[in-house]
């Protein structure tokens, strides 16, 4: 064989050599785009699905805190209008009439009293719980009870109703205690709505 034989040949099994290693690099390249791609395509719904839950849950959050801020307007609302009306019923017991006031706060008594010879102590501006309705309560109070009530001489800052006093005890039946306790029980009850899901 001569040397030009011999080129040839070196260059053709150089060539050969060098298709393989093209079609081997080839091969890979396209192996290694086709998991680029798969890789690819699996991140963008891996992105679209923590988008959608990002969404998802920033949706919920608005929702949550819309609802909540709902509850808040209605629970104003609400706080409002027991205002209102505690305001009415304030008024309204003022205005009872003489029997009506007398009626009322026999009934508070009879209720509010324990031994019966208690000192009722009545604001400094009260003109219609006197000596007189005082004993019509005594004469109410029924078996168990000493009715031996007293109106006490000294004068206390409340806008109607009255305290009982036995020694150190008091009860507190002011109107505005009365109501404070009317209106705590509304406002536990409210809040409770606010907060209930």
């Known amino acids: 064989m001569d040397a030009e034989q011999v080129v040839e040949r070196i260059l053709s099994e150089a060539r050969t050599q060098a298709d393989k290693v093209k079609a081997e690099a080839q091969e890979k390249a396209t192996a290694a785009e086709a998991q680029l791609e798969t890789e690819l395509a699996e991140y963008g719904k ?8 990002e969404f998802e849950e920033k949706k919920a959050r608005m929702l949550a805190a819309a609802n909540m801020e709902i509850k808040k ?9 027991l205002d209102e009306v505690f305001e009415k019923v304030r008024h309204r017991i003022k205005e009872l009439s003489d029997k009506e006031y007398e009626t009322f706060i026999t009934s508070l008594v009879t209720k509010a009293v324990e031994s019966g010879d208690e000192e009722v102590l009545i604001g400094s501006d009260e003109k219609r719980i ?24 000294d004068r206390i800052d409340i806008d109607g109703g009255f305290i009982l006093r036995r020694g150190k005890i008091c009860v507190n039946a002011s109107i505005e205690v009365l109501l404070a306790a009317a209106r705590d029980k509304f406002e536990i009850e409210l809040a409770e709505e606010l907060f209930a899901e």
């Open 73 to 81: 307007e209605y629970l104003a609302a609400k706080v409002a209008l």
């Open 46 to 53: 891996q992105t679209e699905k923590l988008a959608a839950q």
């Open 130 to 153: 006197d000596h007189s309705l005082i004993k019509q309560i005594n004469r109410k109070l029924g078996p168990g009870y000493k009715g031996n009530l007293q109106l006490a001489e």
